[in-house]
């Protein structure tokens, strides 16, 4: 049975992975990846999908469900590859059992994100097959295919998306859903157990099974190429850039085009299209991998060009535009940018408890000359923006807590961290641990809105728990203290504040407050309800 | 036949609303669309716009060229006028009048008014006042809609007004209503 929806490129992807018969959804919320675990949760009953506490944790435990050999999906933004590549890299050494797809979403341009890093070097890293989907229709198709060929090389199969894809909406035909696996746990535990002389044994399997990838490349079916007789030019268009190359219509323009959704890299393809044509244009979103290899590929004397060499943006996403100048279509612009117009940059709600914190920072902070504030990941990253411009960094999950210590150790006085309530429990317990072992002077401002707020308001693994969670760290109770992040209360908050500065040692304030936008979603779905 | 439209306003003023009557329409009709949008941190009150391409041929690029949009529809004066790169010739920009003003450095009003009124092919109402006044403040966006819609074309009146009836059905029959007469607010606007 066929029927066709308008889904997201994320919820293609959810879809196709319930159809593909998964058992579980393991995730921690991300932009561009966080619609395809609320998809599953709205959507999907059967399959395991609560919220995971960050993407090790995420990415360990599907690892888990497919060593009982059951069909899992981990789904993630590019950053948390970082936080999970212990896992990840070293599930490439163990192998799979049911089949297991690591979902990386990546933000070419930084539309929500602190770097634009490419995940495909992540699969490439550990191995792995890589499948990008340029289209919705395909993430769809490709979640059965992809879970076939996990469980057929035994390995895991990583997934990479960019947000042009993952938030943007398109029909997809749907199919027929596939059952679960049966439990089916692996007996084998000399692939699961990475003791050196094991991990060496199942490295070279890993090794030894590099050909077979290679040739599933150059056999798939998403792999394709459409030739253009007498084409002095060929294009290797790498997942969405397929879109943005065909957009600009190559048939007519003479060019051949390659398309590439699974690697490694189909090189005898390559080679072929090289033969073809006299220079290669390598479109890929994200950082030129792709170019690098077909480069290495195709020696010195052949003409590759791409992001290395200019003929494409060497950062940032790729659009029809920048895709178009490479091509050589000439541009079309009726209208110059218009005068009357300037950036708009996002701001903390207007109601917004962190409002409150940053006021009450900046309040106190104003008093030491040397004050600085060590910000984290989240809404309240904002803080760093006009009018507050309260923190003075801002790098990963946790980072706040960590470098406030470190930043202490060396003799910074104040060393502030500020951290949300979801972040803190993702990667802030353990900076936190080390500062109390180390009797570090730092004062720690969990900022607790009881929701993962920036991504949408998923829920937050610590509500509830923060004081239990800090005084079994070991903060002592009476350096613990919970505020209400109010106007009317702004005297209290910077008296603690204060007094806790003075006190050399850890402490922690956690102002507490519903996040403004889940408060009123729930105030409307409760007027809904009436 | 096809229509690059750009959908453009402030995080939180419904443009992803207009959007899905857009795609629900369209998905009725078997018209081909593609629609970008934009999540996560760009929506707290910072500019958001969504690419919504709409066509009986195959669509490739999620993203519209510069130069070739159809149309420009905007929630904000300042934010129809950011995407004018994008607009072909015979483009169309159909906008509130409306300003939303959470920057210190918002342009001065006449100017940008002024900017807007000499484009040839542009439809301007203060849709939120109009809103309003018919007691429908939560519907400004889908007045815009209204306006929007005998540009549209590839889709007719007819085939969004159901289209607004299926988004807004699980909300109960006033809310439907109200969105109704939003729409037919913002058709009859339009000569």
New interface residues.
Partial sequence: MISKRLLLGDEAIALGAVHAGISGVYAYPGTPSTEITEFIQAHAPEVRSRWCTNEKAAMEAALGMSYAGKRAIVCMKHVGMNVAADAFVNSGITGVNGGLVVLAADDPSMHSSQNEQDSRFYGKFAMIPILEPSSQQEAYDMMPYAFSLSEELKLPVLMRVVTRLAHSRAGVEVTTPLPQNALNPDNERTHWVLLPGNARRQYASLVAKQPQLQLSAEHSPYNRQHSTEGAKLGVVACGIAYNYVMENEPTKRGISVLKVSQYPLPEQAIKALAAECDALLVAEDGQPMAEEQIKAMLGADYAVKGRLTGDLPRMGELTPDNVGAALGVEQTQNFTAAENVVPRPPALCQGCGHRDVYDALNKVAAEYADARIFGDIGCYTLGALPPFRAIDSCVDMGASITMAKGAADAGVHPAIAVIGDSTFTHSGMTGLLDAINDKSNITVIISDNLTTAMTGGQDSAGTNKFEAICQGLGVEPEHLHVVVPLPKNMEEITRIIREEIEYNGVSVIIPRRECIQTLNRKLRQKRAQK | MKKDIILAG??GQGILTI?TII??A??AAGV????????????????VQS?LRLSNDV??????????ADMIISMEP??A??Y??Y???E?VVVTSSNVFK???????GQ??MG?LEALSRVSMLPIEDLAKQNSMPKSANVVLLGMAAKYIEILSPEQLRESIKRVFAS??ESVVEMNCQAFDLGLNSVK
Avoid: F, T
């Fill in positions: 402030v995080g959007a795609g629900d369209a998905a081909n669309l593609k629609q970008a949008e934009v999540h996560g941190m760009s929506q707290r009150g910072g500019d690419n669509i490739y690029s999620d993203l519209i060229k510069q130069g070739s300042m934010e006028l950011r004018l790169p607009l072909n010739d483009g959470n920057i210190p450095n918002y342009p001065d100017a940008l900017e909300k109960g």
